[in-house]
Nanobody, 123 residues
Framework: VQLQASGGGLVQAGGSLRLSCAASGRSFSSYTMAWFRQAPGKEREFVALISWSGASTSYADSVKGRFTISRDNAKKKVYLQMNSLKPEDTAVYYC?????????????????WGQGTQVTVSS
């Protein structure tokens, strides 16, 4: 599967953004999908994931209650709705996919990555 993230931009603290990840290829509905982010000088970190069916989601503590991950298997898309954004949310956001359904919050658990989209939150 090939992934392409979009929707990033510049927003003031407290604002909202919605990221999208478009997938091409077969069997998208079989993939666990996730969002990770990487701030300058920091390691890439887990943000949120959603199971292949959409029935199960998981979030990093830092975004819980503010971000919502969702997917539309018919459209082969995954979304990340980000509300109440903070300056510390500034990072490049990546969508990722995996078929193993294990090690789901680790960078090493994902085989497929999008190119990243920049999110900048000003104070």
């Amino acid at each position: 599967v090939q992934l392409q993230a979009s929707g990033g931009g510049l927003v003031q603290a407290g604002g909202s953004l919605r990221l999208s990840c478009a997938a091409s290829g077969r069997s998208f509905s079989s993939y666990t999908m996730a969002w990770f982010r990487q701030a300058p000088g920091k390691e890439r970190e887990f943000v949120a994931l959603i199971s292949w069916s959409g029935a199960s989601t998981s979030y990093a503590d830092s975004v819980k209650g503010r971000f919502t991950i969702s997917r539309d298997n018919a459209k082969k898309k995954v979304y990340l709705q980000m509300n109440s954004l903070k300056p510390e949310d500034t990072a490049v956001y990546y969508c990722a996919g995996q078929l193993t359904h294990s090690d789901r919050t680790s960078v090493s658990g994902y085989n497929y990555w999008g190119q990243g989209t920049q999110v900048t939150v000003s104070s």
